[in-house]
């Protein structure tokens, strides 16, 4: 099998993050978290089977919000 990559689709996938949830958390939750601490660009979409994705077109933003949650 063989399949075809969509350069601009894996464009603004980069710099995204695919994780799980340690416990089961509501999306929607997590979104209004994120943009209440200040990182409203960050879109939090809910994969299934406890997979979040989140994505930013600010560069290095997730990163940034995931330092924060760590002090």
Do not use: C, H
């Not at 075809?4 to 464009?11: F, G, P």
């Not at 340690?22 to 999306?27: I, L, R």
Request: aromatic fraction near 8%; avoid cysteine; proline fraction near 1%.
């Amino acid at each position: 099998m063989e399949i075809e990559v969509e350069l601009d689709n894996l464009k603004q996938l980069e710099g995204s993050y695919v994780g799980t949830l340690k416990d089961f958390a509501d999306v929607e939750n997590i979104q209004v978290t994120l943009w209440m601490e200040g990182f409203q660009q960050i879109k939090a979409l809910s994969l299934g089977l406890e997979l979040i994705l989140l994505t930013s077109p600010i560069r290095d933003e997730i990163q940034r919000a995931y330092e924060s949650n760590k002090a």
